[in-house]
């Protein structure tokens, strides 16, 4: 078990519907990150928060709304998405040091279908 | 030069075999480097760190060669079960957000 999880582990939602995608770490890390994954394609970086804050933002849409109340949970809330949004999104966390990078613990990832 | 860059693959090599891949980066400030392994429709694990010159763990290991800009991943006496897309990352920017290349696919066959 890696520390990190993630609900739901699929679904399926119309282009109409709004729903969220949670993730939890269980490993006292202070940062927190958004993937998505299509299929053959690399790990997409979509938004990065560290001490709660977000860093990084990596030109995603707006039907992608991330929030992270604390250093242990973050949200992706997502709305009126597209077809081609269909992907593995994938939660990850890691430890955050100035000027360095440390090893990045993934959740299993919510496979979502967009219909 | 893009970020972080690997060759794709796949490479297909017998049981007991020895196969190694590179990865090259841009950022010559980083200062930690990673390889990770992907199952199919699975997470990224992590396989190993690299702080320094290289990195060892059983039949894996890591090099790195900051003069070249690249690090490797050695496999030694090869599995079934080693078949997998393997990923670099390495810390980019300014701010070292990791950044992974697109993996190498890896099909060990009997």
């Known amino acids: 078990e890696t520390g990190v999880t993630q609900t739901p582990r699929h679904l399926v939602m119309g282009m109409t519907n709004k729903k969220s995608l949670k993730c939890e770490q269980h490993?006292?890390?202070?940062?927190m990150y958004w993937y998505k994954q299509s299929a053959k394609k690399p790990l997409e970086l979509m938004f990065v928060y560290n001490f709660k804050e977000q860093t990084e933002n990596n030109s995603v849409p707006s039907r992608f709304s991330p929030e992270c109340p604390n250093s242990s949970h973050l949200f992706l809330h997502l709305h009126t998405l597209q077809p081609e949004d269909s992907a593995l999104y994938l939660c990850?966390?890691?430890?955050?040091?100035?000027?360095?990078?440390?090893?990045?613990?993934f959740g299993p990832g919510t496979r979502l279908t967009v219909t | 030069r893009k970020e972080v860059e690997q060759d794709p693959g796949p490479f297909n090599v017998p049981e007991g075999a020895t196969v190694a891949f590179n990865c090259t980066y841009s950022n010559s400030a980083s200062q930690s480097f990673f390889w990770y392994r992907q199952d199919c429709r699975k997470e990224p694990k992590l396989l190993m760190s690299?702080?320094?010159s290289g990195n060892e763990d059983g039949r894996f290991t890591a090099q790195l060669n900051r003069a070249s800009q690249y690090i490797s991943l050695l496999i030694r006496d090869s599995k079934l079960s080693d078949s997998a897309t393997y990923l670099c990352?390495?810390?980019?920017?300014?701010?070292?957000?990791?950044?992974f290349g697109r993996g190498t696919s890896l099909i060990v066959h009997p």
């Open positions: 490993l006292g890390h202070n940062a």
């Open positions: 990850a966390s890691s430890q955050w040091t100035s000027g360095r990078t440390d090893e990045q613990y």
């Open positions: 990352v390495v810390p980019s920017g300014g701010s070292y957000i990791p950044t």
């Open positions: 690299v702080y320094s």
